[in-house]
């Protein structure tokens, strides 16, 4: 069966600090999605990464694919409190078209 | 151009009773997906349609729910006699095509709570 791994699953942290959430998966995929999804929200759409060695940044946010490791990051620099919510990535393994999301990363940032 | 739009956005069921939700894909979208989350958990896929196919049914439980995806209307995910275990959010999402899209847009899902 295909895991799609996260780690932390909660994550508090100060306002200014670094962090990074992990996600491993468990199948031969070079498209990997991040998702932000707030309180009763549906998923907001961060980052798509197609190829190893993707790296793509938007604001506090950065997002990194090594697809040999079956590994991506999304990296927060400089936390600020509108960042806190729940963060999800998802995988589409090379065979099939369905998304296999992660257990999520629900983030609160602190004043 | 119009997002994905789910309706209802809440829905409450009585145990027994069936639920229906409707899902309208983007504009020029072709393919729907369902998906099932859970309190505290992420999405977990169900169903994969095109317009009137079923493409991949992998993830929905062998009993009591179906979907269609029609020629004409939006996409029905339906739910008979629904049990308490049902309460979830459905959350719908629409491409373009098939594996070559890849994006899918998600709708703001249905909260369906079954008392």
């Given at each position: 069966e295909l895991k799609v791994e996260q780690n932390p699953l909660f994550l508090s942290m100060q306002e200014g600090k670094n962090y990074t959430i992990y996600c491993n998966y468990s199948t031969t995929s070079d498209r990997l999605y991040w998702y932000r999804q707030d309180p009763g929200k549906s998923l907001e759409s961060l980052f798509v990464l197609l190829s190893n060695g993707a790296v793509k940044q938007e604001g506090r946010l950065m997002a990194s694919l090594d697809t040999k490791a079956r590994l991506s990051t999304l990296h927060i620099t400089a936390?600020?409190?509108?960042?806190?919510a729940t963060y999800f990535c998802a995988v589409v393994p090379r065979t099939g078209n369905q998304f296999y999301f992660g257990t999520g990363t629900s983030l609160t940032v602190i004043p | 151009n119009a997002g994905v739009m789910q309706n209802p956005r809440h829905l409450v069921r009585r145990r027994g009773q069936e639920a229906r939700l409707r899902c309208s894909p983007m504009k020029g979208h072709s393919h729907v997906y369902w998906y099932r989350q859970l309190p505290e958990e992420g999405l977990k896929f169900m169903v994969y349609l095109q317009k009137e196919n079923i493409i991949d049914e992998s993830g929905m439980p062998k009993e009591r729910f179906s979907a269609e995806f029609p020629k004409e209307g939006p996409s029905i995910l339906r739910i008979q006699?629904?049990?308490?275990?049902?309460?979830a959010a459905y959350f719908c999402a629409s491409s373009?095509?098939?594996?070559?899209?890849?994006e899918q847009y998600f709708g703001p899902g249905t909260r369906l709570t079954v008392t």
């Open positions: 936390a600020v409190h509108d960042l806190s | 006699q629904v049990v308490r275990g049902d309460s373009t095509s098939g594996r070559e899209s890849y």
